[in-house]
């Protein structure tokens, strides 16, 4: 490819290959761009799936809490053995 001096535009190239190939074409970007909405969206659900866990972590904290306070409530009651026996039917 040889450069000539043209008078309006400066440089002109001549040859077979005339185009310019430098930066990326309209294709690359659309699979670049393609390729980076698919690794966010991976991302996203990762980071909504480890969010979720937590959440059921605590669930599962607080109800393990709130039946340990239930059965310490229960201990504390005064129990007393009856002293009758039960009679089922007439």
């Known amino acids: 490819m040889t450069l000539d001096a043209h008078p309006r ?3 002109r190239a001549h040859g077979r290959d005339a185009r310019v190939t430098g930066g990326f074409t309209l294709i690359e970007s659309v699979i670049s761009i393609a390729i980076a909405g698919g690794l966010l ?3 996203l659900n990762a980071a909504g799936s480890a969010k979720f866990g937590q959440y059921k ?3 599962r ?3 393990l809490m709130l039946a340990q306070d239930l059965m310490a ?3 504390a009651q005064a129990y ?3 002293v009758d026996t ?3 039917g007439p």
């Open 41 to 43: 969206v991976v991302a």
């Open 57 to 59: 972590t605590g669930q």
């Open 86 to 88: 039960a009679t089922f």
């Open 9 to 11: 535009h400066g440089r």
């Open 61 to 63: 904290q607080r109800g």
């Open 73 to 75: 409530e229960v201990l």
């Open 80 to 82: 007393a053995e009856p």
